[in-house]
Nanobody, 127 residues
């Protein structure tokens, strides 16, 4: 069965960096786009970044462009989200999600376009 397991979150200082990882199993990894979402305390789910199945199309929401980098490792079936220049407003529970269609490019911000989700990894940015 499909499983997505996030890791790499934690407490970091403003200006610091973190690398989140999402280990995937149970499906042909290279066939599907993957995305990262986040949910800040008291707020709704926000799409952050997506990457297509072959890894050459990458998308970001405006607020993270230039600070976040998405990538994927096919040997490890893992998607990464490198976060630089952390800000307090990056504090959130971060989820990775698998696109529900092989036609997806990873640019959709609609949660219903993703069929499997991880359990989330908490990122807290505070001095």
């Amino acid at each position: 069965q499909v499983q997505l397991v996030e890791s790499g979150g934690g407490l970091a200082q403003p200006g610091g960096s973190l690398r989140l990882a999402c280990a995937a199993s149970g499906f042909t990894f290279s066939n599907y786009a993957m995305s990262w979402f986040r949910q800040a305390p008291g707020k709704g789910l926000e799409w952050v970044s997506g990457i297509n199945g072959h890894g050459y199309e990458k998308y970001y929401t405006d607020s993270v462009t230039g600070r976040f980098t998405i990538s994927r490792d096919y040997a490890k079936n893992t998607v990464y989200l490198q976060i630089e220049s952390l800000k307090p407003e990056d504090t959130a529970l971060y989820y990775c999600a698998k696109a529900d269609s092989e036609r997806s490019h990873g640019s959709s911000s609609v949660p219903q376009d993703y069929d499997y989700w991880g359990q989330g990894t908490q990122v807290t940015v505070s001095s």
